[in-house]
């Protein structure tokens, strides 16, 4: 079992940048891929960016590739999503999400076991 908290959401300005971090309880976070999603009102849930087990593999959706970077710190239990450049499209609720075992980095929401709550973040033009 793993609960997960997100911090660090908020309003900023376009392109300025904001860190989101997700804490993760439970001695096996290590060896959970993890996952950030985000929610925009009236639209569906969408793929952020994916990191595995040992933090040396990452995905990201092409709407966020080279603003966002996601990583994590497997000795503090945390993920993190660092991003620059902030557009007013990126305002959303942000998850993290975590996906047991070892397999490959995966997109599809269905696949993640453990949600977080969600952060707001909201980018003003």
């Known amino acids: 079992q793993v609960q997960l908290v997100e911090s660090g959401g908020g309003l900023v300005q376009a392109g300025g940048s904001l860190r989101l971090s997700c804490a993760a309880s439970?001695?096996?976070?290590?060896?959970?891929?993890m996952g950030w999603f985000r929610q925009a009102p009236g639209k569906e849930r969408e793929f952020v960016a994916a990191?595995?087990?040992?933090?040396?593999?990452?995905y990201y959706a092409d709407s966020v590739k080279g603003r966002f970077t996601i990583s994590r710190d497997n000795a503090k239990n945390t993920v993190y999503l660092q991003m620059n450049s902030l557009k007013p499209e990126d305002t959303a609720i942000y998850y993290c999400?975590?996906?047991?075992?070892?397999?490959?980095?995966?997109?599809?929401?269905?696949?993640?076991?453990?949600w977080g709550q969600g952060t707001q973040v909201t980018v003003s033009s």
């Open positions: 439970g001695r096996t976070f290590s060896s959970y891929a």
């Open positions: 990191i595995n087990w040992r933090g040396d593999s990452t």
């Open positions: 999400a975590a996906r047991s075992g070892f397999g490959p980095l995966t997109t599809y929401q269905y696949d993640y076991n453990y």
